[in-house]
């Protein structure tokens, strides 16, 4: 094997796509790690299946570059492609045949791999006490577990996970989060798309955010959460005099009913008719409070909404849903 840029797996330079006249995959650049796991968001229409697509070789690029373990998919694409496993959407599976009668189908389609290595990836996804039985009798967590041990077959250093949550029950994605994290910690590069940004939150330890086809962000969770403007829900009555006062401030922004719309469960639960919700300098609230105190407004409650993930995609997309 090649030795990888940077020490990287997936290596993706300046990557464009264009269909006629139109651009639709703008300039994209990221890099994914032996060892991480890369969270992909972007909001309908931003590109993000485009891009997958061309990372697995099933569409090319107009332009730029994308290496996998050194190896180039331009020119090199049967090399680059041995060390990728990848499940899109959801995995097809013989619901006729055992989890095992599964694997060995897949086996016998790639050089190397014989029923010692078909053991060792039922035991890597936990379905040893399964695999003997037909797989129309598995929960959907478990057909998840089994399309990932299919993609695990040739000893891929990249592993790419389309949605590997979707349609599963919260216990079902705490298992998902666990093993994908046991992957990972194997040395794995683990690469998921997924529209639950929670979720994300938890799992990855670098996320790409694209949108309109463009790169947004790139970065670790924490850098990204800590560049996000964090939130001050205020409780004071009057409100409307709470409202002038804070008007005064031109480093405090005011959020519309809109923007405050999309709080998660847990802030949204403090609002009441006297809340307002502002953007606000850390170091800002204690002055304004004790100005609130003394021009006679009662302040009921004073709540810090700590950022996330999903607040920082949200002004980063100018609120586009995701895809």
């Known amino acids: 094997m090649q030795q990888p840029p940077g020490g990287s797996v997936l290596h993706v330079r300046d990557l464009n796509k264009r269909i006629g006249r139109k651009t639709i995959i703008h300039s994209i650049s990221f890099d994914v790690r032996a060892g991480e796991i890369f969270g992909f968001l972007g909001p309908n229409g931003a590109g993000k299946t485009t891009t997958i697509r061309m990372l697995v070789g099933l569409i090319k690029p107009t332009s730029g570059s994308?290496?996998?373990?050194g190896f180039d998919m331009r020119r090199q694409p049967e090399e680059a492609l041995k060390y990728v496993g990848?499940?899109?959407?959801?995995?097809?599976?013989?619901?006729?045949?055992?989890?095992?009668?599964?694997l060995?189908?897949?086996?016998?389609?790639?050089?190397g791999v014989g029923e010692d290595r078909i053991r060792e990836v039922t035991e890597l996804v936990h379905l040893g006490g399964r695999i003997h039985e037909k797989v129309r009798t598995y929960s959907l967590g478990m057909r998840q577990r089994l399309g990932i041990a299919q993609a695990l077959?040739?000893?891929?250093?990249?592993?790419i996970l389309d949605e590997p949550t979707n349609g599963l029950d919260p216990k079902g994605i705490k298992e998902m989060r666990a093993f994908i994290r046991e992957l990972a910690a194997g040395g794995l590069a683990v690469f998921v798309s997924s529209h639950?940004?929670?979720?994300?939150?938890?799992?990855?330890?670098?996320?790409?955010?694209?949108?309109?086809?463009?790169?947004?962000?790139?970065?670790?969770?924490?850098?990204?959460?800590?560049?996000?403007?964090?939130?001050?829900?205020?409780?004071?009555?009057?409100?409307?005099?709470?409202?002038?006062?804070?008007?005064?401030?031109?480093?405090?922004?005011?959020?519309?009913?809109?923007?405050?719309?999309?709080?998660d469960d847990t802030a949204a639960a403090l609002l009441n008719e006297?809340?307002?919700?502002?953007?606000?300098?850390?170091?800002?609230?204690?002055?304004?409070?004790?100005?609130?105190?003394?021009?006679?407004?009662?302040?009921?409650?004073?709540?810090?909404?700590?950022?996330?993930?999903?607040?920082?995609?949200?002004?980063?997309?100018?609120?586009e849903g995701i895809e």
């Not at 899109?88 to 009668?101: D, K, R």
């Not at 302040?299 to 996330?308: F, I, N």
């Open 66 to 69: 994308v290496e996998i373990c």
């Open 104 to 111: 060995m189908h897949f086996a016998r389609m790639q050089d």
């Open 196 to 263: 639950l940004l929670s979720e994300i939150q938890l799992l990855c330890d670098r996320v790409a955010i694209i949108g309109g086809g463009r790169e947004l962000a790139v970065g670790s969770v924490e850098e990204l959460i800590g560049t996000g403007r964090g939130l001050i829900i205020w409780d004071a009555e009057p409100r409307s005099r709470a409202l002038e006062l804070l008007g005064e401030y031109a480093d405090i922004a005011v959020l519309d009913d809109a923007a405050a719309a999309g709080l």
């Open 274 to 319: 006297r809340s307002i919700v502002t953007e606000t300098p850390e170091e800002r609230v204690t002055g304004v409070l004790e100005r609130m105190v003394r021009e006679g407004i009662a302040v009921r409650g004073v709540h810090r909404v700590a950022p996330t993930l999903e607040r920082f995609f949200l002004q980063t997309t100018e609120g």
């Open 153 to 159: 077959l040739a000893r891929p250093k990249l592993l």
């Open 86 to 102: 990848s499940i899109v959407e959801n995995p097809e599976m013989y619901p006729f045949l055992t989890g095992w009668e599964n």
